[in-house]
């Protein structure tokens, strides 16, 4: 069964660098999300990506934040300056059309340590 | 404000029992409810629900939408070691995006 795929699966990153979380969203997907796990609290909506451009962005998704999808597979996700708060889980997800009947499916996540 | 709400935060089972979790919500231009099982890493997709006094049913797991009392739960019958996870409820909310918001999650512990 086709899946998401990120890379790394853990970063550790020293406070200010820039760091880059990759995702392979499932082939044939068309609408790509970004959200993020602090440890012990809720999945949260960073951003959501369609056609190219950003959909929608939560009020976390500041301008510290980017996406791109560079070529016809990969979907990233920069974080600029890191801060401490950014330490947390950071999922990819894809789903194959915006209607609510395709539900979206999740990768592994990557596990990002701001020290 | 949109909200999703898990019931219990936790819970301790052993094999063989049957479970049921609680997800209640709270959302504009309600359109549907996931759930999703989270081990130790991804997500994983359950069941979708769109519609209410439907169940719907995968093996020994079932769940239930009921759009007028605004809540679904998730059965589990005849519990396994490895149903031991995090159990996620998530609906969309907003309307430019099917962007979802969760609950906490029930984490469901299975004893052998």
């Known amino acids: 069964e086709p899946e998401v795929t990120q890379t790394p699966s853990h970063q550790v990153t020293q406070m200010g660098q820039e760091v880059i979380l990759r995702c392979v969203p499932i082939?044939?997907?068309?609408?790509f999300y970004w959200y993020r796990q602090i440890l012990g609290q809720k999945v949260e909506f960073l951003v959501s990506?369609?056609?190219?451009?950003?959909?929608?962005k939560s009020e976390i998704f500041d301008d510290q934040f980017s996406v791109e999808r560079p070529d016809g597979s990969n979907f990233t996700l920069k974080i600029r300056s890191t801060k401490l708060e950014d330490s947390a889980m950071y999922f990819c997800?894809?789903?194959?059309?915006?209607?609510?009947?395709?539900?979206?499916?999740f990768g592994d996540g990557t596990r990002l340590s701001i020290l | 404000e949109d909200k999703v709400v898990q019931s219990p935060l936790s819970l301790v089972v052993h094999e063989g029992d049957t479970v049921t979790l609680n997800c209640s919500y709270e959302?504009?231009?309600?359109?549907?409810l996931l759930w999703y099982k989270q081990e130790k890493k991804a997500p994983t997709f359950l069941f979708m629900l769109?519609?209410?006094?439907i169940e719907k049913k995968s093996g020994r797991l079932s769940s239930i939408l009921d759009k007028k009392e605004l809540f679904s739960i998730l059965n589990i019958t005849a519990t396994q070691t490895g149903d031991s996870a995090i159990y996620l409820c998530a609906v969309p909310y907003g309307g430019a995006t099917n962007k979802l918001i969760f609950g906490t999650g029930t984490l469901l512990a299975v004893q052998p």
């Open positions: 769109t519609s209410s006094g």
């Open positions: 082939s044939n997907h068309l609408y």
């Open positions: 990506f369609y056609n190219n451009e950003i959909s929608e």
């Open positions: 997800a894809s789903s194959e059309f915006f209607y609510s009947n395709q539900p979206q499916h």
């Open positions: 959302v504009t231009n309600f359109r549907s």
